[in-house]
């Protein structure tokens, strides 16, 4: 069965401080893996876009990760800020335009 | 750009109502997707559209859930009858491929109460 897992559901971090969101899935044929964000009240905001063949990408503070031999994939924040306050979704495709997501982390970044 | 726009933002309709939600792509993307988002059940892909024809539409619930793209610059998304377990937010989003390797770009979404 297709999944996406993702933990922590929420996550409360200090601001500056850095922190790792995981995204587990089973999804096969595996096409790519994306990272969201999402603020409370807009629409979900691309992040990173990994195919099977990417490790790793950066964006800005945000670098994501990709493991597809264990099918993982990490989203680590650097020197979080209040602004990184939101939901975190991670979306695995499927050769087909199969597209699955995971429930998200929350995370907030308290001063 | 202006994005994705979307109409209307909010919407409080009584059960048993029409409800008909709107959607304004990008300029030039050929994909479009309704999805939907609850709390319990977060982010689902309801129908994605490629130059204007419906290619899945495995994730629209039941009948009482249609939509349509006339063009490539408007889609809707039909619910007669509303009930209660409709309410959610309902995103529109649209990409310039596929959707399997380029960005998708969503709208702010559209708040729907059914009472």
């Known amino acids: 069965k297709n999944q996406v897992e993702q933990s922590p559901q929420s996550l409360i971090i200090l601001e500056g401080k850095n922190c790792t969101l995981q995204?587990?899935?089973?999804?096969?044929?595996?096409?790519?893996l994306r990272w969201y964000k999402q603020d409370t009240g807009r629409g979900p905001v691309s992040l990173t876009i990994?195919?099977?063949?990417?490790n790793t990408k950066s964006n800005g503070r945000y670098t994501a990760t990709l493991d597809a031999d264990t099918k993982q994939s990490s989203l680590h924040i650097t020197a979080s800020q209040l602004s990184d306050s939101a939901s975190y979704i991670c979306v695995v495709s499927a050769y087909g335009n199969q597209f699955y997501f995971g429930t998200g982390t929350s995370l907030t970044v308290i001063p | 750009d202006a994005g994705v726009i979307q109409s209307p933002r909010h919407e409080v309709t009584e059960m048993g109502q029409e409800v008909t939600l709107r959607c304004k792509p990008i300029?030039?993307?050929?994909?479009l997707f309704w999805y939907r988002q609850t709390m319990m059940r977060g982010l689902e892909l309801l129908i994605y559209f490629n130059n204007n024809v419906p290619i899945d539409d495995s994730g629209m619930p039941e009948d009482r859930f249609s939509a349509k793209m006339p063009n490539a610059s408007f889609s809707t998304l039909k619910i007669q009858p509303s009930e209660p377990r409709d309410s959610a937010v309902y995103f529109c989003a649209s990409s310039d491929f596929g959707g399997e390797w380029n960005t998708i770009y969503f709208g702010e979404g559209s708040w729907l109460t059914v009472v």
């Open positions: 995204c587990n899935y089973t999804v096969s044929p595996f096409s790519n």
């Open positions: 300029s030039g993307h050929n994909s």
């Open positions: 990994m195919t099977f063949s990417e």
